[in-house]
C-alpha cells in the first residue's frame, strides 16, 4: 500500500558524498522503523542502516559506520541516508524500506515489507 521512492544516487568520486532520499505515499512511516539496504551486482542485498520510528536509535552496517548517517523527518513523510567518504565497494543500487510491523526496530531485511524501487549509486575509483 505504501509507496517509496528512492532519489539522489549518481555518479560519484571515491571520497565524495551523497545523500539519498526516501519519500512516502499512502501510508506513514512515522510508527515504522525506516532501513536503507543496498544490493550490488553478484550479491546479496544487505543491511546499510536503519532508524526507529521516532528517530530516536540508529544501527549500522560495520562497512559503514562512522560513513553514513540516517536521518528522518516524520512530519514530511521522508528518511534520508547522508553517505560520506564514499568508497568503490559502496558502488550498489539502494533501497529504502519500511518495517512490516509498527514498533519494530530490526537489522534484517526480512522484517521489512515494503520496498521503493532503488536508486544507483556508483563510486568511481
Known amino acids: 500500500q505504501v509507496q517509496l521512492v528512492e532519489s539522489g544516487g549518481g555518479l560519484v568520486q571515491g571520497g565524495g558524498s551523497l545523500k539519498l532520499s526516501c519519500a512516502a505515499s499512502g501510508g506513514y512511516l512515522d510508527k515504522y522503523s525506516m532501513g536503507w539496504f543496498r544490493q550490488a551486482p553478484g550479491r546479496e542485498r544487505e543491511f546499510v542502516a536503519v532508524i526507529s520510528s521516532g528517530g530516536g536509535s540508529t544501527i549500522y552496517a560495520d562497512s559503514v559506520k562512522g560513513r553514513f548517517t540516517i536521518s528522518r523527518d516524520n512530519a514530511k513523510n521522508m528518511v534520508y541516508l547522508q553517505m560520506m567518504s564514499l568508497k568503490s565497494e559502496d558502488t550498489a543500487s539502494y533501497y529504502c524500506?519500511?518495517?512490516?510491523?509498527?514498533?519494530?526496530?530490526?537489522?534484517?531485511?526480512?522484517?521489512?515489507?515494503?520496498w521503493g524501487q532503488g536508486t544507483q549509486v556508483t563510486v568511481s575509483s
Open positions: 524500506a519500511r518495517a512490516k510491523r509498527k514498533w519494530t526496530f530490526t537489522t534484517f531485511s526480512g522484517d521489512f515489507g515494503s
